[in-house]
């Protein structure tokens, strides 16, 4: 799967719904080809734990009334990744900001991926966008899971993030893909909490953030080195970042047959504000990274 954002107003979660202001369009943004959906099966020899990640954005439908809302949130992958991300995720009204606050509707995103471009897509929508962020800030947040096969690194493979519209151009928001090198067997598994947060201008204003648990074996006090890059359209400027450590992984069996199981959607569900409060907020568990991010990460494309 793969994520994208961008814009300037607050920053993101993923748990509570708190305001309901919604914008309404009328019709959704078109699907691409076909979905395909991938194999449930482990392969031989490994057991990384699920990649789970999420982003705040700007609500992108200020002032009310005078600018387009946008009937989808498009996350675009290299390849194709059907085989990576399930199809069926139930996320919650805190991790799709277009789910119905009732929570009466659909939440699970769609995943479809189109030969003629080579990408997969990961598209959210809905004719109504939410405030959903979990602290009750403006602000919308979305959030997913991947990792079906084990063998891919999803984020490295992250192409962009886009509003769209059913009647103007896309919309690009700012995206930081996080790789690291990892083993494909231990046991000895950890989840490391990286945040990211930034935004488009050099004057800014954190417009875009971001928690993501990534697996990785601990070696000493050494922590796990990651690079970050940008493959979106324009220029991020890094504003904050930070990693927690030694965070527990799942222990169900269940989880290393696919992302889609109670304890990954917990975890998920804790990526937010509320629960990991981002570096410099009181009671903020985040610890400075010893590899950070540029403070300017320049588009690689």
Same mark, same amino acid.
């Given at each position: 799967?793969?994520?994208?954002?961008?814009?300037?107003?607050?920053?993101?979660?993923?748990?509570?719904?708190?305001?309901?202001?919604?914008?309404?369009?009328?019709?959704? +943004?078109?699907?691409?080809?076909?979905?395909?959906? +991938?194999?449930?099966?482990?392969?031989?020899?490994?057991?990384?734990?699920?990649?789970?990640?999420?982003?705040?954005?700007?609500?992108?439908?200020?002032?009310?009334?005078?600018?387009?809302?946008?009937?989808?949130?498009?996350?675009?992958?290299?390849?194709?990744?059907?085989?990576?991300?399930?199809?069926?995720?139930?996320?919650?009204?805190?991790?799709?900001?277009?789910?119905?606050?009732?929570?009466?509707?659909?939440?699970?995103?769609?995943?479809?991926?189109?030969?003629?471009?080579?990408?997969?897509?990961?598209?959210?929508?809905?004719?109504?966008?939410?405030?959903?962020?979990?602290?009750?800030?403006?602000?919308?947040?979305?959030?997913?899971?991947?990792?079906?096969?084990?063998?891919?690194?999803?984020?490295?493979?992250?192409? +962009?993030?886009?509003?769209?519209?059913?009647?103007?151009?896309?919309?690009?928001?700012?995206?930081?893909?996080?790789?690291?090198?990892?083993?494909?067997?231990?046991?000895?598994?950890?989840?490391?909490?990286?945040?990211?947060? +930034?935004?488009?201008?050099?004057?800014?204003?954190?417009?875009?953030?971001?928690?993501?648990?990534?697996?990785?074996?601990?070696?000493?006090?050494?922590?796990?080195?990651?690079?970050?890059?940008?493959?979106?359209?324009?220029?991020?400027?890094?504003?904050?970042?930070?990693?927690?450590?030694?965070?527990?992984?799942?222990?169900?069996?269940?989880?290393?047959?696919?992302?889609?199981?109670?304890?990954?959607?917990?975890?998920?569900?804790?990526?937010?504000?509320?629960?990991?409060?981002?570096?410099?907020?009181?009671?903020?568990?985040?610890?400075?990274?010893?590899?950070?991010?540029?403070?300017?990460?320049?588009?690689?494309?």
């Amino acid at each position: 799967m793969r994520i994208l954002i961008r814009s300037l107003y607050a920053l993101v979660a993923t748990a509570t719904f708190a305001a309901t202001a919604a914008c309404n369009t009328s019709s959704q +943004g078109a699907l691409g080809p076909a979905v395909s959906t +991938g194999s449930e099966k482990v392969p031989s020899g490994s057991n990384v734990p699920a990649e789970i990640f999420n982003e705040i954005l700007p609500y992108p439908c200020y002032p009310s009334g005078t600018s387009p809302c946008p009937t989808d949130f498009e996350i675009v992958f290299a390849g194709n990744q059907t085989a990576d991300i399930p199809t069926n995720e139930p996320l919650s009204v805190h991790e799709n900001a277009f789910c119905p606050v009732s929570g009466s509707g659909a939440c699970d995103p769609t995943v479809t991926y189109n030969p003629s471009s080579n990408t997969t897509t990961v598209e959210y929508s809905g004719t109504t966008l939410y405030h959903n962020r979990t602290s009750g800030q403006p602000g919308v947040h979305f959030g997913m899971m991947k990792a079906q096969n084990f063998t891919t690194n999803i984020k490295k493979l992250q192409l +962009g993030t886009y509003w769209t519209y059913p009647s103007a151009p896309q919309n690009p928001v700012p995206v930081v893909s996080i790789n690291g090198t990892q083993p494909k067997t231990s046991k000895n598994w950890k989840y490391a909490i990286v945040y990211v947060a +930034g935004t488009t201008s050099p004057k800014g204003g954190s417009e875009y953030a971001t928690w993501n648990a990534i697996g990785y074996v601990p070696n000493g006090s050494n922590q796990p080195q990651f690079t970050f890059k940008n493959y979106g359209s324009q220029t991020i400027y890094v504003t904050s970042s930070g990693i927690v450590l030694n965070q527990p992984v799942p222990t169900d069996p269940d989880c290393l047959k696919t992302p889609i199981c109670s304890e990954n959607l917990a975890i998920l569900a804790d990526l937010q504000e509320v629960n990991f409060p981002p570096p410099g907020s009181p009671s903020s568990p985040f610890v400075e990274l010893q590899y950070p991010p540029r403070s300017k990460l320049k588009p690689m494309q």
